[in-house]
């Protein structure tokens, strides 16, 4: 299914051709000359803040964006490139610690301070001394927790659970959030002092969607990568038109999408076969259908049918493909109704009818061309 997106900028398009080139043996190859890096005005716009990131070692960044567009990644590249580098770089998924662990997780506790506290626990502000904290999905924070942690990161001190002794801790905090944190402020779930107290240094992680002329370059890299990991020679290679079909793909999941994408189509390939345009198609329909089954209700009397019959298979002819979409359309109204005779009155051809349309398209798609 072809997805509708924005047409790219002609400078976008351009950057695209640049690192496309067809071989006589219809497979793709990066041009690696051509690039200096991810060639998007919006990627050399992150990278840009990122320095300017890691030059400030002391002031708090937020790095706002959709899930799977890097953040994650950005703040590894802002703590690698600071002062605090030789330093602990640590990291809390928020949405992944229980509410009334919050406190032990970031401050640490004291024996028996809580069942189960078994012995004397450092929290992450200690344990990231002199280097930086990380805190992915900073919006989920209990309201209860975040004056707590607004007064650590302005002290610079914390105390343990179960002490009342105050512990110093010198570290640089770089939050992360895909949530809209100025609409939680507005509706009085984030408090306002700490979103400012975190976001001195703002970066946003632009979606894939926005930066198509990184796909090539990413991709390129993901294929020597998932080669790596597979211990082979020489990277995997991939069809020119399956390369153009991920040029005008939205990529829900954006960055981790496509390397997801990679990593599964690599795994089908045997020896030194190259990645399919029907693969490619394939899997893009079938992820198609899986968001439609998702998101789409048939109504009463509606049959959903796969969206693989969207496809015209590789060496596939129009009748055939008109056979396959005849035999998924009736297989479909069976599985709906349930018994052959209702299937025809739904369709509105007799059951004899059903019988011959059925067996006439099963020998169409056997036929050899």
């Not at 190259?274 to 009463?300: H, M, Q, S, W």
């Not at 056979?323 to 109704?337: H, L, M, S």
């Given at each position: 299914m072809r997805q509708q997106h924005p047409v790219p900028p002609a400078g976008a398009q351009q950057h695209?051709?640049?690192?496309?080139?067809?071989?006589?043996?219809?497979?793709?190859?990066?041009?690696?000359?051509?690039?200096?890096?991810?060639?998007?005005?919006?990627?050399?716009?992150?990278?840009?803040?990122?320095?300017?990131?890691?030059?400030?070692?002391?002031?708090?960044?937020?790095?706002?964006?959709?899930?799977?567009?890097?953040?994650?990644?950005?703040?590894?590249?802002?703590?690698?490139?600071?002062?605090?580098?030789?330093r602990p770089f640590k990291e809390l998924n928020c949405a992944a610690v229980p509410e009334n662990l919050f406190e032990a997780e970031l401050f640490g506790s004291r024996k028996g301070a809580f069942t189960g506290a078994d012995r004397d626990q450092p929290g992450l502000f200690e344990d990231a001394d002199g280097g930086t904290l990380f805190l992915d999905e900073i919006g989920e924070v209990p309201l209860s927790m975040q004056n707590k942690l607004l007064k650590a990161i302005d002290e610079k001190k914390v105390k343990r659970l179960g002490t009342n002794n105050y512990i110093e801790c010198d570290i640089r905090i770089i939050a992360a959030t895909s949530l809209d944190l100025e609409a939680m402020v507005a509706a009085r779930t984030f408090r306002e002092d700490l979103y400012c107290r975190l976001s001195v240094l703002r970066i946003e992680t632009v979606p894939l969607r926005e930066r198509r002329e990184d796909i090539p370059a990413l991709l390129d890299l993901f294929l020597r990568d998932a080669a790596r990991l597979n211990d082979r020679e020489r990277p995997f290679q991939i069809?020119?038109?399956?390369?153009?079909?991920?040029?005008?793909?939205?990529?829900?999941?954006?960055?981790?999408?496509?390397?997801?994408?990679?990593?599964?189509?690599?795994?089908?390939?045997?020896?030194?076969?190259?990645?399919?345009?029907?693969?490619?198609?394939?899997?893009?329909?079938?992820?198609?259908?899986?968001?439609?089954?998702?998101?789409?209700?048939?109504?009463?009397?509606?049959?959903?049918?796969?969206?693989?019959?969207?496809?015209?298979?590789?060496?596939?002819?129009?009748?055939?493909?008109?056979?396959?979409?005849?035999?998924?359309?009736?297989?479909?109204?069976?599985?709906?109704?349930?018994?052959?005779e209702s299937t025809a009155t739904r369709l509105g051809i007799a059951p004899s009818t059903l019988k011959q349309n059925l067996r006439a398209a099963s020998r169409t798609m056997m036929c050899v061309e």
């Open positions: 695209q051709q640049d690192h496309v080139t067809t071989l006589s043996n219809n497979l793709w190859h990066f041009n690696s000359s051509a690039s200096n890096g991810l060639p998007s005005l919006n990627a050399r716009k992150l990278e840009a803040n990122i320095e300017r990131a890691a030059r400030n070692p002391h002031f708090g960044v937020l790095i706002t964006g959709e899930t799977g567009t890097g953040k994650t990644l950005a703040a590894h590249h802002i703590h690698e490139r600071s002062t605090r580098a030789n069809e020119t038109g399956a390369v153009h079909l991920l040029l005008e793909f939205d990529f829900p999941g954006n960055i981790r999408r496509l390397r997801n994408m990679v990593y599964e189509l690599t795994s089908y390939v045997t020896s030194d076969a190259p990645i399919r345009t029907e693969d490619v198609c394939r899997y893009l329909a079938n992820f198609n259908a899986k968001e439609i089954a998702e998101k789409t209700k048939p109504g009463e009397g509606e049959i959903l049918v796969p969206v693989d019959i969207c496809i015209i298979r590789n060496g596939e002819t129009l009748k055939q493909w008109e056979a396959r979409v005849r035999k998924c359309g009736i297989e479909a109204a069976r599985r709906n109704t349930g018994r052959l």
